[in-house]
């Protein structure tokens, strides 16, 4: 079993800066591909970003590169450094990672972290 713990989110306003971390349990991190996600209220959950285990990353295009995800296998944690926030990006924010076992995919989340941008 996979476990994910959010942290970081919070209170900012327009324009600031946050910094997520999300936790893993267990070894095996740095073979794994891990995600974000968001959802705000009344809106379907949508990717924000990933990150494989060679640093490879990717992100949704609407991000615009004000988004950036990174990973330290050492401490099994994966971050989402959030810059030039806008309140749109107000939503639960959820680490995800997948594991593939005997033709099964099994899917991990975190309990996700409240992020609030408002003046």
């Known amino acids: 079993q996979v476990q994910l713990v959010e942290s970081g989110g919070g209170l900012v306003q327009p324009g600031g800066s946050l910094r997520l971390s999300c936790a893993a349990s267990?070894?095996?991190?740095?073979?794994?591909?891990m995600g974000w996600y968001r959802q705000a209220p009344g809106k379907q959950r949508e990717w924000v970003a990933t990150?494989?285990?060679?640093?490879?990353?990717n992100y949704a295009d609407s991000l615009k590169g004000r988004f950036t995800v990174s990973r330290d296998n050492a401490k099994n944690t994966v971050y989402l450094q959030m810059n030039s926030l806008k309140p749109e990006d107000t939503a639960v924010y959820y680490c995800?990672?997948?594991?593939?076992?005997?033709?099964?995919?099994?899917?991990?989340w975190g309990q996700g972290t409240q992020v609030t941008v408002s003046s």
């Open positions: 995800y990672t997948k594991r593939r076992i005997l033709l099964r995919d099994y899917d991990y």
């Open positions: 267990g070894s095996g991190f740095s073979t794994y591909s």
């Open positions: 990150i494989t285990p060679g640093s490879s990353t």
